[in-house]
């Protein structure tokens, strides 16, 4: 007799984005269409798009789109880069990789230092690069905060000390798709020009909205351009006097309603409190992961703690044991993990040797060791050879994370 599926009740969704949706959010967007034309709708985007630049550590400015994070790529590029004008990519992951691409597609020259997929930059060999680009014909350089097929977190302070050190004008961007509202990030503090990211994954929203947060350096950039094309135009959006303009057009109004209520939960929480809840939440499933890579082929792709992101971990195991493993807690646990994203190796074209675990957004103590759980009941029940040990280490560092309760804090 075939055993019973534990895979009915509430799923959980642990992949790297699009991340747990609040019920809160969910139903804040449970309504009727409202009036884009006057009324609340209209009346909260100022708040709103502050509340948003709070979160991205920025005084400068924002321009929200329908699209997801590709299409904050390109409005990105299309308001800083006219055709034949060069980018530098250091890529430590697909998505570096990507974003090069879309530059590319729009006519730049595109200069990639492909540090592959285990190490962070190298910002000796970036401000080593700059300094030869004596012309000065890199206009940017463009940068994955969390490249989120990898794991990896780039040290983004670190880069802008390396393009000052080489005394180059190139504005730094910034791609903080999986890391805005997980790992700390500030914009203005940092240096960044150019900042893009997506509602799905820290944000909370479903998927929709993409921003492109930038400084004045940035603007002046973008008025330099001959031309931008109507709708990739930041300017009107940023700057907008009529709702229409903040949308050039009509205005992906649920996700409006729904970014409202993720942004009240975020600063009702407090940004540092946020990023303080993923590290400690990262360090569970980090201490879970390296027990069990005391045997046999389990392993984190990111070796060093202080490269690895808050928000997303990725992982690998001999193929086609990840695969297995995945296919095996979604249809008997309800759980979904995510694939190896742009992990492809010779030999094994798929991702079946990696996958990766999404603890970004809407996730507490017990989400993480649910997914552990599930993880090891699934390692078990196929016999993957992995290290004894994990559970409880996860639920070490949980318990010694010093966070203050409610009842304590009142009787202090």
């Known amino acids: 007799m075939k055993p019973p599926s534990l895979a009915h009740g ?4 642990a992949i790297p984005g699009p991340s747990v949706i609040p019920d809160v959010v969910l139903q804040s967007m449970h309504r009727a269409a409202p009036n884009i034309y006057a009324g609340e709708l209209v009346n909260m985007m100022p708040g709103l798009t502050a509340d948003l630049k709070r979160v991205a550590g920025t005084k400068h400015h924002v321009a929200m789109y329908t699209g997801n994070g590709h299409a904050a790529w390109e409005a990105s590029l299309a308001n800083i880069l006219a055709p034949g004008d060069k980018v530098l990519v250091p890529a430590t992951g697909r998505f570096g990789v990507g974003w090069g691409e879309t530059a590319a597609s729009l006519g730049a020259e595109v200069e990639t230092i492909d540090f592959g997929k285990r190490s962070p930059m ?6 080593e690069l700059l300094r030869a680009d004596r012309a000065h014909q890199i206009k940017a350089v463009l940068a994955v905060h969390v490249d989120t097929s990898t794991s990896i977190r780039n040290d983004i302070a670190a880069l ?19 890391s805005l509202g997980c790992d700390r990030f500030e914009m203005d503090a940092w240096g960044v020009d150019v900042m893009v990211s997506g509602c799905q994954k820290g944000l909370m929203v479903p998927p929709g909205m993409s921003f492109v947060f930038f400084n004045d350096r940035a603007e002046a950039a973008r008025a330099r351009l001959p031309r931008v094309s109507w709708y990739w135009n930041w300017t009107p959006r940023a700057h907008a006097e009529e709702f229409f303009q903040y949308h050039a057009g009509t205005a992906p109004t649920h996700h409006l309603y729904g970014l409202r209520t993720a942004l009240d939960l975020i600063h009702a929480e407090g940004i540092e409190n946020v990023w303080s809840r993923h590290a400690v939440l990262a360090r569970a499933v980090w201490a879970a992961c390296e027990a069990w890579s005391t045997v046999g082929s389990f392993a984190m792709n990111v070796s060093d703690p202080a490269h690895r992101s808050n928000a997303v971990t990725s992982l690998r195991l001999q193929s086609p044991d990840a695969t297995a493993l995945r296919d095996w807690v979604e249809s008997q646990l309800g759980l979904t993990l995510g694939i190896g994203l742009g992990m492809a190796t010779p030999g094994d074209p798929a991702w079946h040797g990696f996958f ?3 603890h970004m957004g809407h996730v507490n103590g017990q989400m993480i060791m649910g997914m552990l759980g599930g993880i090891e009941a699934g390692m078990q029940a196929l016999k993957i050879a992995h290290g004894p040990g994990a559970l409880d280490a996860a639920a ?8 203050v309760s409610p009842a304590r804090s009142q009787s202090a």
């Open 10 to 13: 509430r799923s959980y969704l």
């Open 356 to 358: 990766r675990l999404g």
């Open 160 to 178: 802008r000390r390396a393009i000052d050190a080489a005394g180059h004008p190139a504005l730094l961007m910034a791609d903080c798709i999986a």
């Open 122 to 127: 190298d910002m000796g060999r970036i401000e």
């Open 396 to 403: 070490t560092q949980i318990a010694q994370a010093q966070v």
